[in-house]
Structures are given as structure tokens and as C-alpha cells.
């Protein structure tokens, strides 16, 4: 097969959901659709966002795709960020501003009503919208989020406004860089790749000027008045250790909204939304739906390879149908011997290539040099891709990063070759596999830059 390899592939690396577009009075409001639960979901997050850029992270795809599991996913980009049409220059807007943006997305996508969930700056719109307008709303959830910031006589676990000063300096100076990571997310702020791709996010969502005066204005919102007029099912989701948004914030939520439930969460992270996020996702499907999802092991780590006929194309054109078809059962059936003797898992077999899993990385690159070598008695060649990761399965089909960048790593690869990612070759040290540096290379739909090794010898 001389095309990519689609096995399992998420939306991620194939497009993300078109964005659409909400006419208002004041302008547009860019939004997604996605998923085909029974029940909408309205997700209000961070004031700052990009409706596409967020699919460029594949933890962040997973993340939206596991909403996606059990509802008809909404997301938006208020106005003044992202693709939504600005501001007036200097102005701000309102909450009734941002709640008339939800509004309308709601009425685009076709949903007479929704289950908001509002992320941290997004809690306030939601609880507003939530008050405002029960008939749209299902139910509220609300994560990591607050009332009020600062500190007030009546609302003592409030920020110091000399605190709050100096958050807005480090937010003005750090704004479109990854540094933000140390307070939102600080146990995996030192990830090359998390951090490259917040800045990115950050850059495309808002100015650092529009991104100033919006921080001035979130730090001023107080919606304490609304909560006790919401009347809707509650859950309120909190980190435990949110440095940010600290724990009393959550239970002053709880306290006040009727009826609403606190789930005090483990972790500190609170941005990106992804971060830490299946116990969390687990408590958000369970209140949507009644069902907690299944305690299944369907991730593992596993070292993913791909294998491809070059020149397939031209082969079977050469040879004619029935004599390429039949060497292409004798290729398939010394491909799968060899990943039945490493002890491998034949995934799937379309096309020219095969998808294997392998729970040792050292078996995955021998039985890939086998197979290279092995298939020249037949007069093919072969390209094959490894690299060690967390697999999802689904079904009989397996998803996930790993699985995009072994079929990634192969593309690279030339005939006769295997390739490995840095991975790979850090997990297999000792083993006596030889490695070439074949250097940086840039993989169509991953962030970042990846060292890529050509396998030199099985050790």
C-alpha cells in the first residue's frame, strides 16, 4: 500500500470538526459540532480558546472524543477569541454578552437544550446561563471554576489583590509561551512538546494586549448573586491541589448552588483541560448518563509496528491480478508467521500493510527486520515504522498517538528499511539492536520535532 495507513486513526490527523458559524447581533461566533450522544453538552472553557487548534494536541483530542463518546459535543470560541469576530478595540465584554454568544450556538446547532460544562473562566458564563435560562439547560457542571476571585470582607478565600496585581504581570509577560504550565498544570510543566503547544494555543486565541484586559475582567466577575437561582442538576468537579483555583472555591459553589454536589478530585492541574482528566471525565459521564464508563483495561502500553509493500502500484499493475493476488497471500502469510514467533498481535491487515502490537519493544524491531529481510525472497520489499506508546482499544481496533506515529515513523522509512522512533531506541538499550541517527524530522499531524533511528542490525 503506498497510501497511509488510516487503522484507528482518531479525528486527529484527518481534520478536525468544520467550524461553523452563529450570527448575533454583534457579530459571529465560530462553533463545533461533534459526537452522536443521546444528550448535548455545551462546553464553555477558558476565556482564551481556538476551536481549531485544540485538535492539533493529541491529548486534547482524546480528551474531546471521550466527550464525544456519550454526547453531542458543542464548542465554541466566545467573542473576542479565536475565530469569533473581535471586540471594539479597548472594550470588553459582558457575561450577558458571552451568555447571548451560548445562546445562539445553541440554537445553530440545532439543541432546544444542553448540559453545560463551564471549565475554569467558563464556570461564571455557565452558572449565568444556567440561572438565566433553566428551559436550555439540562444540567451544570462546573470544573475547576469559582463565584468570585478576589477577596472580599464576605468571601474571605479570595485572592489579595496584591496577589492578583502580581498574577496579572506574570500572565502579561508569560502570555503566548509555555511558562503558564508552572501554575496551571506545574506537574508536567517541564513537557518540551505540553509546553510548545500551549503557546501556540495561547498565540491564536487571543492578543497579549486583548488577553491583558480579558484577565483584568475575569479577576473583577462576581456571580455569587446567581447561585442560588440555579435550579438545575449540579456537580461541581475540583482539584484538590489547584494552586489557582483553590479547593475552598469549589466548596463555596457546592455550598451555595441547591442541590449541587461536590467531587473533590486528585491533582493539580486545571490547564489545559486534558491534563489528569480520566477521573474527571469518568464523573461527567456517570452524571450525564447514569453510567459510570466500564473499568476496562483498553489502554496499554505497547510498541506499535507498521509494515508496507513499496511499490505495490506498480507490482500488481506489472504482474497482473491473479498473479500479484497470489503474492500477495504468500507475503501476508510469512508476514503474520513472523509476528505470531515474537509473540505479536496482528491488528489488521488492509491494503499492502500490516498493523502489529508487540508488549516488548526489542521483539517489535527484531520481527520488523525479519520481515524486511524475509520478504526479498519473494521479490518485494518492504518499509516498516516502530514506536513504543499508550494504545486505546476499541473493539477489535486500536487508536491513539502511538498508533498515528508508528504510521508516521514508516512514511520515513525507505525500501528494505526500518525505522525507529528516539523512543524505541532509549527503551531497548542493552538489547544489542544497532541504531543509525537518521536526524529531526518534522511528522505530518504531531506536534514537535522527533529523532528518528534506521535499524542497522537485530543485535
Known amino acids: 500500500m503506498d497510501g497511509e495507513h488510516g487503522q484507528g486513526i482518531s479525528t486527529w490527523g484527518s481534520g478536525a470538526p468544520e467550524p461553523r458559524y452563529a450570527e448575533t447581533e454583534d457579530?459571529?461566533?465560530?462553533?463545533?459540532?461533534?459526537?452522536?450522544?443521546?444528550?448535548?453538552?455545551?462546553?464553555?472553557?477558558?476565556?482564551?480558546?481556538?476551536?481549531?487548534?485544540?485538535?492539533?494536541?493529541?491529548?486534547?483530542?482524546?480528551?474531546?472524543?471521550?466527550?464525544?463518546?456519550?454526547?453531542?459535543?458543542?464548542?465554541?470560541?466566545?467573542?473576542?477569541?479565536?475565530?469569533?469576530?473581535?471586540?471594539?478595540?479597548?472594550?470588553?465584554?459582558?457575561?450577558?454578552?458571552?451568555?447571548?454568544?451560548?445562546?445562539?450556538?445553541?440554537?445553530?446547532?440545532?439543541?432546544?437544550?444542553?448540559?453545560?460544562?463551564?471549565?475554569?473562566?467558563?464556570?461564571?458564563?455557565?452558572?449565568?446561563?444556567?440561572?438565566?435560562?433553566?428551559?436550555?439547560?439540562?444540567?451544570?457542571?462546573?470544573?475547576?471554576?469559582?463565584?468570585?476571585?478576589?477577596?472580599?470582607?464576605?468571601?474571605?478565600?479570595?485572592?489579595?489583590?496584591?496577589?492578583?496585581?502580581?498574577?496579572?504581570?506574570?500572565w502579561r509577560r508569560n502570555w503566548g509561551t509555555g511558562a503558564v504550565l508552572q501554575l496551571t498544570a506545574p506537574d508536567v510543566a517541564d513537557d518540551l512538546q505540553l509546553q510548545r503547544w500551549v503557546g501556540r494555543y495561547m498565540r491564536l486565541s487571543a492578543s497579549?494586549?486583548?488577553?491583558?484586559?480579558?484577565?483584568?475582567?475575569?479577576?473583577?466577575?462576581?456571580?455569587?448573586?446567581?447561585?442560588?437561582?440555579?435550579?438545575v442538576p449540579t456537580l461541581v468537579l475540583h482539584k484538590a491541589r489547584n494552586r489557582h483555583y483553590r479547593i475552598p472555591m469549589g466548596r463555596y459553589l457546592a455550598e451555595h448552588i441547591p442541590g449541587a454536589r461536590l467531587v473533590e478530585l486528585p491533582g493539580t492541574a486545571w490547564y489545559p483541560p486534558f491534563v489528569e482528566s480520566d477521573r474527571l471525565l469518568d464523573e461527567v459521564e456517570e452524571f450525564m448518563t447514569g453510567e459510570r464508563a466500564a473499568s476496562v483495561d483498553d489502554r496499554v502500553l505497547a510498541t506499535v509496528l507498521f509494515t508496507d509493500i513499496v511499490g505495490s502500484t506498480d507490482l500488481a499493475a506489472r504482474l497482473g491480478d491473479q498473479r500479484w493476488l497470489d503474492l500477495k497471500l504468500a507475503h501476508d502469510e510469512l508476514v503474520r508467521s513472523r509476528i505470531e514467533r515474537y509473540r505479536g498481535t496482528d491488528v489488521s491487515s488492509t491494503g499492502d500493510g500490516f498493523l502489529a502490537l508487540f508488549d516488548g519493544p526489542a521483539r517489535a524491531v527484531r520481527c520488523a527486520w525479519e520481515i524486511a529481510s524475509a520478504v526479498r525472497?519473494?521479490?518485494?520489499?518492504?518499509?516498516?515504522?516502530?514506536?513504543?506508546g499508550e494504545v486505546e482499544f476499541q473493539g477489535d481496533d486500536v487508536a491513539g498517538i502511538a498508533v498515528h506515529l508508528a504510521s508516521r515513523v514508516m512514511s520515513h522509512a525507505s525500501a528494505g528499511t526500518?525505522?525507529?522512533s528516539g523512543t524505541v531506541k532509549d527503551l531497548v538499550v542493552g538489547s544489542g539492536i544497532g541504531f543509525e541517527d537518521r536526524g529531526i524530522h518534522v511528522l505530518k499531524g504531531v506536534p514537535g520535532e522527533w529523532r528518528l533511528f534506521e535499524v542497522t542490525g537485530p543485535g
Not at 497579549?208 to 435550579?231: C, G, K, N
Request: net charge negative; charged share 20%; with cysteine.
Open 27 to 170: 457579530g459571529a461566533v465560530a462553533y463545533q459540532v461533534f459526537g452522536a450522544g443521546p444528550r448535548d453538552l455545551l462546553f464553555i472553557g477558558n476565556w482564551a480558546s481556538n476551536i481549531e487548534v485544540m485538535w492539533e494536541h493529541p491529548s486534547m483530542v482524546r480528551y474531546l472524543e471521550r466527550l464525544a463518546r456519550f454526547a453531542r459535543v458543542i464548542c465554541f470560541d466566545k467573542r473576542g477569541a479565536g475565530l469569533s469576530d473581535p471586540v471594539a478595540m479597548g472594550a470588553l465584554p459582558t457575561l450577558e454578552h458571552w451568555m447571548d454568544d451560548a445562546r445562539a450556538v445553541l440554537d445553530a446547532a440545532g439543541s432546544a437544550s444542553a448540559t453545560l460544562v463551564g471549565d475554569a473562566e467558563g464556570g461564571p458564563m455557565a452558572m449565568m446561563l444556567a440561572a438565566s435560562h433553566p428551559q436550555r439547560t439540562d444540567a451544570l457542571v462546573l470544573v475547576n471554576t469559582f463565584a468570585r476571585l478576589l477577596r472580599a470582607p464576605d468571601y474571605p478565600i479570595g485572592i489579595p489583590e496584591p496577589t492578583a496585581e502580581l498574577l496579572l504581570g506574570e
Open 208 to 231: 497579549p494586549a486583548a488577553a491583558t484586559r480579558m484577565y483584568e475582567w475575569v479577576l473583577q466577575l462576581d456571580v455569587r448573586s446567581v447561585l442560588p437561582s440555579i435550579q
Open 377 to 388: 525472497t519473494l521479490g518485494l520489499e518492504v518499509r516498516a515504522g516502530v514506536h513504543s
Open 418 to 420: 526500518v525505522f525507529a
